[in-house]
């Protein structure tokens, strides 16, 4: 089992940046491929960053540029670095880790944090 544990949201002016972590702990390894969603309230879940094992990283069109994703595995630990946040960034942001070959049986989920972008 993993489990995953965001930090970092909070409210933000228009223009400004944020950065979220997410610690994984329990039966985690490198191979596992991590990436960050979000959810704004009426929309769907969407994905807006994600990063393989091996660095290879993608992002949603209405971030790239301006956000990237990094991550440690010494640490279990996945970063979302947010910059020229708009008010559509709003939303709940979710950790994801998952095994690239057996996804179905190995897809976890922190629980979110939630991100504002509010002048």
């Known amino acids: 089992q993993v489990r995953l544990v965001e930090s970092g949201g909070g409210t933000v002016q228009p223009g400004g940046f944020l950065r979220l972590s997410c610690v994984a702990s329990?039966?985690?390894?490198?191979?596992?491929?991590m990436a960050w969603h979000r959810q704004a309230p009426g929309k769907a879940r969407e994905l807006v960053a994600s990063?393989?094992?091996?660095?290879?990283?993608n992002y949603g069109d209405s971030v790239k540029g301006r956000f990237t994703v990094s991550r440690d595995n010494d640490e279990k630990s996945v970063y979302l670095q947010m910059t020229s946040l708009v008010h559509e960034d709003s939303a709940v942001y979710y950790c994801?880790?998952?095994?690239?070959?057996?996804?179905?049986?190995?897809?976890?989920w922190g629980q979110g944090t939630q991100v504002t972008v509010s002048s």
């Open positions: 329990g039966n985690i390894e490198p191979i596992y491929t």
């Open positions: 990063i393989t094992s091996a660095d290879r990283t």
């Open positions: 994801n880790a998952f095994h690239p070959h057996f996804r179905r049986e190995k897809d976890y």
